[in-house]
């Protein structure tokens, strides 16, 4: 999900009407026909930039959250969260999620806190699972 902010650059030189990630959502296929599904919440944050309710999901309908330090394992989908992070690791593929302040002193209206992600792939992943979309194109090929 993304939500409107706006912010200034360049010690107020510049004013930015933009977007900031706020949510970001998994969901993943598991062997026979079991599901899950994960989202962090960026307004889950707190002053301190970690929370305790950050990440909640389901696992097979089963509902579960965590936040600083917490993890969760369902099936082969492992969940983890440091500080202001949460990995979700499947087969060959990585998607980390890092929360932060969405701009220090320099937000003048939109979230307190905004997302950053990122996707990894290992071994054969980008072959085994067919890319798609603007994320997935980036995956066409293991070559840099």
């Not at 579960?64 to 969940?79: N, P, Q, T, V």
Request: aromatic share 10%; proline share 4%.
């Amino acid at each position: 999900k993304t939500e409107e902010a706006i912010f200034t650059l360049h010690d107020g030189a510049l004013t930015v009407n933009g977007t900031f990630i706020t949510e970001a959502h998994i969901a993943a296929r598991l062997p026979r026909n079991r599901r899950a599904a994960a989202s962090f919440f960026s307004k889950e944050l707190g002053e301190q930039d970690t929370g305790w309710e950050v990440v909640r999901g389901t696992c097979t309908n089963h509902p579960f959250k965590f936040g600083w330090r917490g993890s969760k394992k369902c099936y082969e989908l492992d969940m983890a969260m440091d500080y202001s992070s949460a990995t979700f690791e499947l087969g060959n593929w990585s998607v980390a999620v890092n929360g932060m302040r969405s701009c220090r002193g320099c937000l003048l209206a939109g979230p307190e806190h905004r997302l950053d992600i990122s996707f990894s792939a290992r071994g054969d992943a980008p072959s085994h699972d067919r890319p798609h979309g603007i994320i997935g194109q980036s995956f066409s090929s293991t070559a840099p």
